[in-house]
């Protein structure tokens, strides 16, 4: 038979461990740890705990504006088409009007992106809530400017309840040409 010299080191490292008397390394019977290495570690694992938590609601953020920015898209075709029609009646000022005096054509345009990215993604979970979600329109010479905001609230689940952490805006800015 045939010992290699790792094998050699492993059996004089193992009759080592297995006579010694005064100490055995491979064992601590005092179960002592200093108080420093506690708090190092407590440390440690609430670090970590508050990246991961920061990187979850990073995340969460970009994909809310992902559905917002689609969503928008969608608004934009849907103002095109009003816009076209009423260009094609040259009453685009009439548009205007309707834009800026009646609320339920507005609403109905804010619950258009709110149901769009409703779709899209759940607007309350365990670990977050959208609110506030609200569409703000503007002429700014040849194109209409739109404004989707909202605020996200997180939580954070401790002892079996939750409690909000954060509450992040999101907003984004669309805009719509029109030749008139």
Same mark, same amino acid.
């Given at each position: ?9 492993? @059996? #004089?490292? !193992? ?9 055995? %390394? ?42 917002? #920015? ?21 009453? !685009?000022?009439? *548009? ?31 670990? *977050? ?29 401790? !002892? ?8 992040? %805006?999101?907003?984004?800015?669309? *805009?719509?040409?029109? @030749? !008139?």
């Amino acid at each position: 038979m045939n010992i290699t010299g790792s094998e050699v080191r492993m @059996k #004089k490292l !193992f009759q080592r461990v297995k006579n010694s008397t005064d100490r055995n %390394p491979l064992r601590n019977d005092r179960g002592d740890i200093s108080i420093y290495t506690c708090f190092f570690v407590v440390g440690i694992v609430m670090l970590v705990s508050f990246l991961l938590l920061y990187a979850s609601i990073r995340i969460t953020c970009i994909n809310i504006r992902n559905g917002a #920015k689609m969503e928008l898209n969608n608004l934009s075709a849907s103002i095109y088409a009003d816009t076209y029609r009423s260009q094609r009646e040259t009453n !685009f000022s009439e *548009y205007l009007n309707t834009l800026y005096s009646s609320g339920d054509y507005t609403a109905m345009l804010e619950d258009m992106v709110t149901d769009g990215l409703a779709g899209k993604i759940p607007l309350s979970t365990d670990d *977050y809530q959208v609110r506030d979600i609200s569409l703000s329109f503007h002429v700014t010479g040849d194109r209409v400017e739109y404004v989707f905001s909202c605020n996200v609230e997180f939580y954070i689940r401790m !002892f079996g309840r939750s409690y909000p952490a954060i509450t992040r %805006p999101v907003e984004l800015t669309g *805009y719509h040409n029109t @030749k !008139f």
